[in-house]
């Protein structure tokens, strides 16, 4: 495909949209599977993209990939720390422990410079991001290393999934207590789940730093962030991997795509300023109508329209 | 694995439709691609920016005929001021728009630059940042497309201690005095640790640095510790909501505005207006100074907004802080084009014909009163070395209605503050292997 394509569509355009896609697996594999709720996505993005910054700067002749999967790793373990509160709480009141998670870690990057080696403006980026001769800083270079990683990641998630351990999460996130009674030592999968789900998060956070912005700082993982990932499983679909990609599509590009529309055809006639506010009416109009329209998600949507094809000239 | 492979054919689809490719014979106009934010928490004080840059481009181009006849093509793009989306804008407008090329990038926000940096220099496009950016980017034997124009952090470190200076009657008199900075805990707020301490190092005043945390509506702790320090000065380095906070809560703790000098961008009308009284006698470094009674003034009332075509939806911003940022920094893309078409000749420039043309922009007090622009932009000289030109601010006072300039030009420490930055522009051209330029490259 790279041979079809521009450098703007593969750098701006498919690296943002594959990377949300891997933070939406990281989610999806919490809520949508174990049915934990979080609102700590941004902050465990920030870890791993931290941490692979300081893993690859500190360690010389680290190579990149060997950074990114440390990294993800180091965020899995922040992750499985601050999962230690869904052993006694669950439902609304987790989603809010799971804030301190990402104001914690908003906070410890802001505050301690170390992590960041003492950059005047608290930002980090990759100087090298060459492995055996390939420049990932290019757009090329950054799409190739995208797309391998989360292709594998997905390939990771569909095997888990299929095993015991997506059993396992599927059945306590349909009744934790039934599970329990079935033997199932709920507390451990939930905390396998939190660790599993930042791990993917975690490489998602140092994708965007390096491979789509090339510096980030903590603002990049803002709450927002967050609420942008939970929003991409909400619509993209819940317990579907399908479903991050459309969510992420639909979160990503359907504002660009309605960028360029305005652009195109109203521009000069109406205010700037009106013509985006415009634009974010129709986007959450579009959300809400979505939501209400097929709370499963969009993926779910298109199954069923696909099942209905299927049988379509012979119904009956 | 059928909806993995399902969602990959996605891609493909979408990916392949949206191509298109538009080359058509090279006109006379400029393409200049403005990534702007009217929505947002940063609306307010954006919308007044943008109406000024556009302001003065329609004025060039329908007043003047242009840029040496060539005309302009601006275009506004929203990011709400996401670095992310900034990004996605410049990506899409880099290689211009039907032939007509880019000579520089506005990026409109510090962390902004600081994502760009690294393309930019790749794809050859200068980002420029009056009044922000990255302070060693000032160096442009490293950072040859990186533009911190105008007045950058560590001048506003330095003029903000000058004037102190220059209020107590000489540098003297500055030792042993505390002077507090009280500031936005973000990468803008801390950007001017360094050029402060070695100030406190060199004229021995106490250096005390406390921060607010983002976005700082509540700062009664902060107050209540500065009251207890008793400083001689307050320097305030705020931004947003939180600088009325700030000089709200100062009058109420009993620090006496007179001895809180603002920064940049808490020094316009948003910074006051919601302080009421509070703000009275306030006074703030004003690279950009406020007010409607320059000789440009005239020329847009005449050509702009007498005809009703001025973007900004309520004319009595006409002359507003931000609105002046907004003039002065067209001014200073105009001027530059005018550098670089008078070495290029009268066409559109590209990125590289671009960075020669700021790299050698030269505005003395003459020109500056040939364009109105004499008291609200200060004489620039850019080199390689130094990719900022100015460095000097005016000190502007409010008086509960309006922004009285108090001051004229007061210079930073150049000579102090070079090794600072030259320090820093090393180590980021060791990090990145960068052989930094001749001075004299472009001789």
């Known amino acids: 495909m790279p041979a079809f394509v521009s450098d703007y569509w593969l750098g701006v355009v498919l690296v943002p949209m594959l990377v949300l896609a891997l933070a939406g697996l990281g989610l999806n594999l919490l809520t949508g599977y174990a049915g934990q709720i979080s609102l700590g996505s941004g902050g465990f993005m920030a870890v791993g993209a931290f941490a692979t ?10 190579p990149l990939p060997l950074a990114l999967i440390l990294g993800g ?5 922040a992750g499985v720390l601050f999962s230690l509160p869904s052993a006694r709480i669950k439902g609304f009141y987790l989603m809010v422990s799971s804030l301190t998670a990402q104001f914690f870690f908003e906070w410890l990057f802001q505050q301690v410079p170390w992590f960041y080696n003492n950059a005047s403006a608290g930002t980090i980026s990759l100087p090298n991001m060459s492995v055996l001769g390939i420049n990932f800083a290019t757009a090329r270079g950054s799409y190739y290393l995208t797309l391998v990683t989360v292709t594998l990641g997905f390939w990771l998630a569909y095997n888990l999934l299929r095993g015991n351990t997506g059993r396992v999460w599927t059945a306590i996130r349909d009744m934790d207590t039934a599970a329990a009674v079935i033997g199932i030592r709920v507390y451990r999968y939930k905390v396998l789940a939190f660790g599993v789900s930042s791990f993917f998060l975690g490489i998602a956070g140092a994708l965007w730093a390096f491979a789509y912005l090339g510096t980030a700082s903590v603002q990049s993982f803002d709450l927002d962030r967050s609420f942008q990932v939970l929003f991409i499983i909400i619509i993209g679909g819940m317990g579907s991997l399908a479903g991050n990609f459309i969510g992420s599509i639909f979160i990503l590009l359907l504002p660009l795509l309605l960028d360029r529309i305005s652009q195109g055809v109203f521009s000069g006639h109406l205010g700037e300023g009106f013509l985006q506010n415009v634009e974010k009416v129709i986007f959450g109009g579009l959300i809400a109508f979505f939501v209400i329209k097929e709370p499963d998600g969009i993926a779910n949507l298109i199954q069923s329209l696909r099942d209905r094809v299927r049988v379509w000239p012979l119904r009956f | 694995m059928r909806h993995f492979l399902m969602a990959t054919a996605a891609f493909a689809a979408i990916a392949t439709a949206g191509l298109a490719a538009g080359a058509e014979a090279a006109p006379n106009t400029q393409y200049i691609p403005l990534p702007t934010y009217r929505v947002g928490p940063y609306a307010s004080s954006g919308t007044l920016w943008w109406a000024g840059e556009i302001d003065y481009f329609r004025y060039i181009n329908e007043a003047e005929g242009g840029v040496d006849g060539v005309k302009l093509d ?30 520089f990038f506005f990026t409109h926000g510090t962390p902004a630059t600081y994502a760009l940096i690294d393309r930019a220099a790749v794809d050859k496009i200068p980002l420029i940042d009056p009044a922000g950016g990255r302070t060693e980017s000032a160096d442009g034997t490293v950072f040859p497309y990186a533009f911190p124009l105008l007045f950058d952090y560590y001048s506003q470190a330095s003029v903000g201690i000058n004037f102190i200076a220059q209020k107590e009657g000489g540098f003297d008199k500055l030792k042993g005095q505390k002077i507090v900075t009280v500031y936005l805990d973000s990468a803008y707020g801390r950007e001017t640790q360094p050029a402060i301490a070695l100030l406190a190092k060199k004229y021995g005043f106490q250096n005390i640095q406390l921060s607010v945390s983002d976005p700082g509506s509540e700062q009664s702790a902060i107050w209540r510790q500065v009251r207890e320090i008793r400083p001689d000065w307050v320097f305030l380095r705020t931004w947003g909501v939180s600088t009325p906070v700030a000089i709200k809560t100062a009058v109420r703790f009993g620090i006496p505005v007179k001895h809180i000098i603002g920064d940049v961008w808490a020094g316009s009308e948003a910074d006051v207006i ?12 004003a690279p950009y100074p406020g007010g409607a009674n320059f000789a440009i003034d005239d020329r847009l009332r005449k050509a702009i907004l007498d005809k009703n075509e001025s973007n900004l939806a309520d004319t009595k911003f006409f002359g507003a802080v931000y609105y002046n940022i907004g003039l002065v920094n067209a001014a200073l893309a105009v001027e530059a084009l005018h550098v670089g078409h008078k070495h290029f000749g009268n066409r559109p420039l590209n990125g590289e014909e671009g960075r020669w043309a700021f790299e050698h922009l030269h505005i003395d007090n003459a020109r500056l009163a040939q364009i109105g622009f004499l008291g609200l932009l200060q004489p620039i000289n850019v080199t390689v070395t130094d990719h900022e030109g100015g460095g000097a601010a005016r000190i502007q006072q409010w008086d509960g209605k309006q922004w009285h300039v108090v001051t004229d030009w007061i210079q930073a ?8 930055i030259k320090a820093k522009s090393a180590e980021y051209a060791k990090e990145h292997g960068i052989t930094p330029r001749a001075a004299d490259a472009e001789d």
């Not at chain 2, 793009?77 to 000579?103: H, L, M």
């Not at chain 2, 919601?274 to 470094?285: D, F, K, M, T, V």
Request: glycine share 10%; no cysteine.
């Open chain 1, 53 to 62: 910054f300081n893993l690859a700067t500190r360690i010389p002749g680290l």
């Open chain 1, 73 to 77: 790793l180091i965020a899995a373990l």
């Open chain 2, 74 to 103: 601006y275009q506004e793009f929203e990011t709400g001021w996401s670095p992310d989306r900034t990004v996605e804008v410049y990506e899409r407008t880099k290689n211009g728009k039907n032939g007509e090329p880019v000579a």
């Open chain 2, 274 to 285: 919601p302080a009421g009284s509070a703000a009275i006698g306030y006074e703030a470094l």
């Open chain 2, 413 to 420: 420490d150049h000579a102090l503050l070079e090794p600072l």
